[in-house]
């Protein structure tokens, strides 16, 4: 989580949320790591945990990772949380939670059955503090500005 760490304070100085993921197969080799590049792609895909999940399937040669784990520093959206599904990975590892947009307990209702051949399972709030610190600095730098350019 400290690797991603990282990687996140890397999207946040080039302007982008501060978020970054990594993808560990079942050995404990980090396969891919990504920070969110939305803002510098100008791609509402380009999430930190969507990037991680591509290079992960090229890196196997195989898009469902399902002996994978991946970390990630805040809770995935709707969207990246249905990739995860997708994806078939196998354990999902976040440290902030996002009340505004966290879609984990979403992920935790589906079932689990011998139709759907998939089970996901969610460890959070791993360093969730110093996570949760990087984003609200971060956001918090923003609105700081924000405010300076409306008042010139």
Not at 39 to 62: Q, S, V, Y
Not at 101 to 114: C, E, F, Q, T
Not at 119 to 125: P, Q
């Amino acid at each position: 989580m400290e690797r991603a760490m990282s990687l996140a304070q890397r999207a946040g100085d080039a302007g982008d949320v501060p978020v970054g993921a990594i993808v560990v197969s079942a050995d404990g080799q980090a396969i891919a790591e990504a920070e969110n590049r939305r803002e510098r792609d100008h791609d509402p895909t380009a999430h930190a945990e969507i990037l991680a999940l591509r290079m992960a399937g090229r890196a196997l040669g195989n898009w469902h990772l399902t002996q994978c784990t991946l970390y990630v520093t805040l809770e995935p959206c709707p969207m990246c949380a249905g990739a995860l599904v997708l994806a078939r990975l196998g354990l999902l590892v976040y440290g902030a939670d996002d009340p505004k947009a966290g879609a984990v307990r979403s992920i935790l209702n589906i079932p689990d059955s011998a139709c759907s051949n998939h089970h996901l399972s969610v460890l959070g709030g791993i360093l969730e503090a110093p996570c949760r610190e990087q984003l609200q600095s971060w956001f918090a730098l923003r609105r700081s500005h924000s405010e300076y350019d409306r008042s010139v």
